[in-house]
């Protein structure tokens, strides 16, 4: 119950953040809040398109890896079970 009550307060919190926001930028000249918009979409569009590609990579060597170790010890077992 505290779990729901803790999700619901971030997201309350996310949502009027952005609410705040977003009444900022409206009330600044539209030529800068276009270039802080810009800016903003710019920096966030680099970063997820460096940091996605390289967890990915990661991700399947770890994959890999695995799949090797696993091989190995069924290899083992089935030896084992072989010369029995």
Known sequence: MVGIAIIIGFVFGVVKLLAWGYNQILSIDPIISVALITGV????GTTLSITIPQYLKKRIEIEQHLRIKKSENYMEELL???TY
Request: proline share 0%; charged share 0%; net charge neutral.
């Open 80 to 82: 084992i079970f072989i």
């Open 41 to 44: 979409l710019t920096v966030t």
